[in-house]
């Protein structure tokens, strides 16, 4: 096999062209005090960048798991860094509202395409036990695109300026098409061929099933419930709250968003190890993960602003959990479809937390605005912003709850019963003594 087509390097292309839609997506999160004064938008118009673009992405997911089965992963990466890229220069010299936002419809559409597709080719080049694995760490690896826009990307704007930051952002994702294009491939040299791309009614009948099992639901309910807040607050709110409500230093705050992604890309290996190893318990991780989320804001928003800065630092760390947390959701997908179905499944997934994500963060912004109009970064407006989160939390712990009931049940009445965690741990114990 030659060495450009050995499983690792296929791998990590793909790796790297998420790594830079990563950052192509975070972008905006340490550009958001600076877009507010050049294109002089409030808090609820700010949001509106990022809604619309999470929008896009969320809207896209179901869309782009068909096109995936269709057409390839190869072809949906590229055309996916395509997109991000063209979105990033289209922004770097926009002067306007109007085509800043449709710049960041372009990124979100590009990104979109880009994550399911990389994960779809996993199980192709690796055995299975290494498919859960994998799969968190392609999603925590990518998170390394958020440390390039915390700290070269805010380097360059914070110096040169905005339009060579963007361009510089603009290239970085051709070069990632150029690599995909180049190595990139869906399956090694000599395995079966892909699946005949499925007809408009096979399509609707996926959708169905996909829908119909409760194991995507659970995927779906995980992957809202663990997701949501690291990423609005990677994503756009984290460091306008850090420095404008808790007044850390900007330099500061940009470490702390490097932190969350270190912390994720420890957490993630060990997530994927349980979940491989314990296949029936993925669920009681995940109401863990959730829980853990909401504890934290509870605590920091109940200590009246400025809370001390290793607190912040715990909250970020436990935001960390997050998104190795909603990986659990793709394997939930995994799992319970069958391989012709699956690019549908993941994308079903894939809606969950980015549309909790785009909703929190307007109404965050929306909130921000009501108590104190354009000027609404302040303490006390952050303090009230954050507590839209709970609603999600809610939704998705019952929705978990539901879903896994539902899957057990059919997992049982297919002779797979899976025992109550104190069973389980009871029968653990008895072969120990024995």
Same mark, same amino acid.
Do not use: C
């Given at each position: 096999? &030659?060495?450009?087509?050995?499983?690792?390097?296929?791998?990590?292309?793909?790796?790297?062209?998420?790594?830079?839609? #990563?950052?192509?997506?975070?972008?905006?999160?340490?550009?958001?005090?600076?877009?507010?004064?050049?294109?002089?938008?409030?808090?609820? +118009?700010?949001?509106?960048?990022?809604?619309?673009?999470?929008?896009?992405?969320?809207?896209?997911?179901?869309? #782009?798991?068909?096109?995936?089965?269709?057409?390839?992963?190869?072809?949906?990466?590229?055309?996916?860094?395509?997109?991000?890229?063209?979105?990033?220069?289209?922004?770097?010299?926009?002067?306007?509202?109007?085509?800043?936002?449709?710049?960041?419809?372009?990124?979100?559409?590009?990104?979109?395409? *880009?994550? +399911?597709?990389?994960? &779809?080719?996993?199980?192709?080049?690796?055995?299975?036990?290494?498919?859960? =694995?994998?799969?968190?760490?392609?999603?925590?690896?990518?998170?390394?695109?958020?440390?390039?826009?915390?700290?070269?990307?805010?380097?360059?704007?914070?110096?040169?300026?905005?339009?060579?930051?963007?361009?510089?952002?603009?290239?970085?994702?051709?070069?990632?098409?150029?690599?995909?294009?180049?190595?990139?491939?869906?399956?090694?040299?000599?395995?079966?061929?892909?699946? /005949?791309?499925?007809?408009?009614?096979?399509?609707?009948?996926?959708?169905?099933?996909?829908?119909?099992?409760?194991?995507?639901?659970?995927?779906?309910?995980?992957?809202?419930? *663990?997701?949501?807040?690291?990423?609005?607050?990677?994503?756009?709110?984290?460091?306008?709250?850090?420095?404008?409500?808790?007044?850390?230093?900007?330099?500061?705050?940009?470490?702390?968003?490097?932190?969350?992604?270190?912390?994720?890309?420890?957490?993630?290996?060990?997530?994927?190890?349980?979940?491989?190893?314990?296949?029936?318990?993925?669920? $009681?991780?995940? =109401?863990?993960?959730?829980?853990? $989320?909401?504890?934290?804001?509870?605590?920091?928003?109940?200590?009246?602003?400025?809370?001390?800065?290793?607190?912040?630092?715990?909250?970020?760390?436990?935001?960390?959990?997050?998104?190795?947390? &909603?990986?659990?959701?793709? /394997?939930?997908?995994?799992?319970?479809?069958?391989?012709?179905?699956?690019? *549908?499944?993941?994308? +079903? #997934? $894939?809606?969950?937390?980015?549309?909790?994500?785009?909703?929190?963060?307007?109404?965050?912004?929306?909130?921000?605005?009501? +108590?104190?109009?354009?000027?609404?970064?302040?303490?006390?407006?952050?303090?009230?912003?954050?507590?839209?989160?709970?609603?999600?939390?809610?939704?998705?712990?019952?929705?978990?709850?539901?879903?896994?009931?539902?899957?057990?049940?059919? =997992?049982?009445?297919?002779?797979?019963?899976?025992? &109550?965690?104190?069973?389980?741990?009871?029968?653990?114990?008895?072969?120990?003594?024995?």
């Amino acid at each position: 096999m &030659s060495v450009l087509r050995r499983p690792l390097v296929v791998w990590s292309v793909g790796l790297f062209a998420y790594l830079v839609g #990563v950052m192509h997506r975070t972008s905006f999160g340490v550009a958001g005090l600076d877009a507010a004064a050049r294109f002089h938008a409030s808090p609820a +118009i700010l949001s509106g960048f990022i809604v619309l673009q999470l929008l896009v992405y969320a809207a896209l997911q179901v869309p #782009v798991g068909v096109l995936l089965d269709r057409f390839g992963a190869r072809t949906m990466v590229v055309a996916g860094a395509l997109l991000m890229a063209a979105g990033q220069a289209a922004l770097a010299l926009a002067t306007s509202l109007p085509l800043a936002i449709a710049a960041r419809v372009l990124v979100g559409a590009g990104d979109a395409l *880009t994550f +399911i597709s990389v994960l &779809s080719v996993i199980g192709a080049w690796f055995p299975a036990r290494r498919v859960p =694995m994998l799969t968190q760490l392609t999603g925590l690896l990518g998170q390394i695109g958020q440390v390039l826009s915390a700290v070269p990307l805010a380097a360059l704007l914070h110096g040169p300026g905005w339009t060579p930051a963007f361009l510089s952002a603009a290239a970085l994702g051709v070069v990632a098409a150029l690599a995909v294009l180049a190595i990139f491939r869906e399956r090694p040299d000599g395995s079966a061929a892909r699946p /005949d791309a499925p007809t408009p009614r096979e399509v609707l009948d996926g959708l169905k099933k996909s829908w119909s099992e409760p194991g995507t639901r659970l995927g779906l309910w995980t992957h809202t419930g *663990t997701q949501f807040s690291g990423t609005v607050f990677g994503l756009l709110w984290g460091v306008p709250y850090l420095v404008a409500g808790q007044g850390v230093a900007s330099g500061t705050a940009s470490l702390m968003l490097t932190l969350l992604v270190a912390v994720g890309i420890v957490a993630g290996p060990l997530f994927g190890t349980f979940t491989a190893r314990h296949p029936l318990r993925r669920s $009681n991780l995940v =109401m863990l993960v959730i829980g853990s $989320n909401a504890v934290i804001w509870t605590i920091v928003l109940l200590v009246p602003p400025p809370a001390p800065l290793w607190l912040l630092v715990v909250l970020v760390v436990v935001l960390a959990l997050g998104p190795p947390g &909603s990986m659990i959701g793709f /394997d939930f997908a995994r799992t319970f479809n069958p391989e012709r179905r699956r690019g *549908t499944a993941v994308g +079903i #997934v $894939n809606v969950g937390g980015f549309t909790a994500s785009l909703l929190v963060s307007l109404a965050i912004g929306l909130v921000l605005s009501a +108590i104190g109009g354009t000027g609404g970064y302040t303490p006390e407006a952050f303090r009230v912003a954050w507590t839209v989160q709970y609603v999600i939390w809610a939704f998705a712990l019952v929705g978990v709850v539901v879903a896994r009931r539902r899957a057990r049940r059919n =997992m049982a009445l297919a002779g797979t019963p899976v025992p &109550s965690l104190r069973a389980a741990l009871a029968a653990r114990r008895s072969s120990r003594s024995s």
